[in-house]
């Protein structure tokens, strides 16, 4: 088990080191580097070349590479040009919002799709497994931006429920802070209940189909007891591995949400970094996002590793 | 698994019924929009701006911000959806299944680099590494085709990479092995015929989830570009005058959600029919 964890950690550190490179090398390939981003594409030759020695630009990008890595080691990420301010200032500005929206989309997805998907799996084929399914396909069909756009009209405009794009920070207060969170998070939390439903639903049923399902029944025991207390505790298993994975897709789609309701989160922070090329900032936010979810699903695997008893034993065996 | 079993071995399902069904009509209209649209999608006529659906009988879903007739604009944004879903998938697919076959086989240093690569490119979440790519390519049909064929490409990359290490112990692989067959003959003799029923079912959910990539970036502005229709770009068009004018958020959403619909179920009756016997699960 040790030895597991080990490993877990290990390929985590290699992912945000792969992922660093890409991010690094990808941007670094964008047309027009820093220096002809803060001159201007008129600037004479000469300033490029001066402005490009100050800031370092003109050495090998292998050293410029580790220099950047070894700053995101030490919690440096650099400084933005379109702000002129520190990249891990500006993030933890935005992060409260994006960190509100992404918990409480998530929270929601998850306790909609636990029950819907396993009520659907013990009421296999009826209406409401139907109307389940339904709500899995159409839900990983509809496009954020979209469903957004359409809560705006109809609980913003028409019913006049929620605030159209007006963010409440949780200074204001928790009922106004989530209040004006509650579009965006269940516009969010729409597209994730397709696929979580999906693998509770699956797992449900792959749990109710094993023998000693049939052996509880035999031994006589009440179908709640069976669902509450043996099938959901395993059928629980694979969806949070799926949860995990879910919160990387959440993550990506914050920049959607928060751009429609015009959130002021990370995501907006992005746009505007990739809109404005600001490559350091732009390689300090993605940097972040990245390595936030990947954390997240080390911890989401080592939970289900705590979880499952099969994995527990498997790996004391190796 | 054992109670559906009896009701397994139908020849057709709903889901791909309707997936196909969906896809057609999205066919039908781009090759429609080739030869025929009911006014020139890029044209502007300020006069006739914001007219409300059936508000002119020649404009049926109305004309938006500059005039422009919003079923041309959908028909000619079909192409785009299709063009852009299809070749992005078809180029992430091959380089995905090159990779992860070429790293199952080797079973060296190369192979593990290239599978730690694509580890990093899947942890990127969502469109985060599109949009770092669009910045690089530029904005626009080539751009989004590029970013998001690289979005595609770990999928298959580690579908085949675990296909081919599960077959690995198959009698027949052994036995193909044992007479000496090349590693690049068993690779396009053996596994791809046996990984085709996967690889075209994730081809099908793949170009759902290229669209789906595609339009946002369209929305976002960093896709496709006007004049040229999207139906993301649309919604993104429509932004500044919905709340006045609703009408114009509806009919290019409804056309993004019918054809990933289209395409998600396709693959997934797909998946249920050919490896029947799962019927109703997934």
Same mark, same amino acid.
Not at chain 1, 252 to 262: A, D, K, L
Not at chain 2, 275 to 281: L, W
């Given at each position: ?318 | ?123 990127? &979440? ?66 791809? &015929? ?89």
């Amino acid at each position: 088990m040790q030895n597991y964890i080990i490993k877990r950690i290990w390929s985590a550190l290699v992912v945000i080191f792969v992922v660093s490179f890409i991010t690094y090398f990808v941007l670094m390939l964008i047309p027009g580097d820093a220096a002809q981003l803060i001159l201007g594409t008129d600037a004479s030759p000469d300033k490029l070349a001066e402005l490009r020695n100050a800031m370092g630009l003109d050495r090998p990008w292998i050293v410029q590479y580790l220099e950047w890595l070894g700053g995101l080691l030490r919690l440096d990420f650099g400084k933005s040009y379109l702000y002129g301010t520190s990249v891990l200032g500006l993030i933890i500005d935005r992060l409260p919002v994006t960190a509100s929206v992404a918990v409480l989309s998530i929270l929601i997805a998850m306790v909609v799709s636990i029950l819907l998907g396993t009520v659907s799996a013990i009421k296999r084929n009826t209406a409401i497994d139907y109307f389940s399914r339904s709500v899995m396909q159409i839900g990983s069909a509809i496009p954020t931006f979209w469903i957004g756009m359409l809560f705006i009209i109809f609980f913003g405009l028409k019913l006049k429920w929620f605030p159209i794009s007006d963010y409440s920070p949780l200074s204001d207060g928790l009922f106004v802070h989530l209040r004006s969170l509650t579009m965006p998070c269940t516009v969010l939390a729409i597209g994730e209940i397709g696929m979580m439903l999906r693998s509770i639903r699956t797992s449900m049923i792959d749990t109710l189909d094993q023998d000693y399902m049939d052996m509880a029944r035999v031994k006589g025991l009440k179908n709640k007891t069976i669902y509450f207390k043996y099938a959901i505790r395993s059928a629980m298993i694979a969806p949070i591995n799926v949860i995990g994975m879910q919160f990387a897709k959440l993550m990506g789609g914050t920049v959607v949400v928060e751009s429609v309701f015009s959130l002021p989160g990370l995501g907006r922070l992005l746009l505007i970094a990739v809109e404005q090329r600001d490559v350091v900032l732009l390689q300090g936010i993605v940097m972040f996002i990245t390595a936030v979810v990947v954390f997240t699903s080390l911890v989401v695997d080592l939970i289900v590793m705590l979880l499952n008893p099969k994995i527990r034993i498997r790996t004391r065996g190796e | 698994m054992k109670k559906s079993m009896n009701k397994s071995r139908k020849k057709w399902n709903v889901s791909l019924a309707i997936g196909t069904v969906l896809i057609l009509a999205v066919v039908i209209v781009c090759i429609v929009s080739f030869i025929y649209m009911p006014h020139d999608p890029i044209e502007m006529n300020t006069t006739l701006n914001f007219l409300r659906p059936g508000a002119n009988e020649s404009y049926i879903l109305g004309t938006d911000n500059f005039g422009r007739d919003i079923l041309s604009r959908i028909m000619m944004g079909s192409r785009t959806v299709l063009l852009v879903g299809v070749v992005s998938t078809a180029f992430g697919a091959v380089i995905g299944i090159i990779l992860g076959g070429f790293a199952a086989m080797g079973k060296n240093i190369v192979s593990s680099i290239i599978m730690r690569f694509v580890d990093g490119m899947m942890a990127f &979440p969502g469109i985060l590494l599109a949009m770092m790519l669009v910045l690089v390519v530029g904005r626009g049909e080539k751009g989004s085709i590029v970013a998001i064929a690289m979005f595609i490409v770990p999928t298959f990359a580690r579908l085949v990479y675990s296909m081919v290490l599960d077959t690995e112990s198959m009698l027949f692989v052994k036995a193909a092995k044992s007479y000496g067959i090349t590693k690049r003959r068993l690779f396009k003799k053996h596994y791809i &015929p046996l990984m085709a029923t996967r690889l075209i079912t994730q081809f099908s959910s793949s170009i759902a989830h290229a669209i789906m990539v595609e339009t946002s970036l369209s929305f976002l502005g960093l896709g496709i570009q006007a004049p040229n229709a999207s139906w993301g770009l649309m919604l993104n068009e429509s932004r500044k005058y919905f709340l006045t004018y609703p009408y114009l958020a509806v009919a290019p959403g409804i056309a993004i959600v019918l054809t990933v619909l289209g395409f998600n179920l396709f693959g997934d009756g797909l998946n249920e029919l050919l490896e029947n016997g799962k019927g109703g699960k997934r």
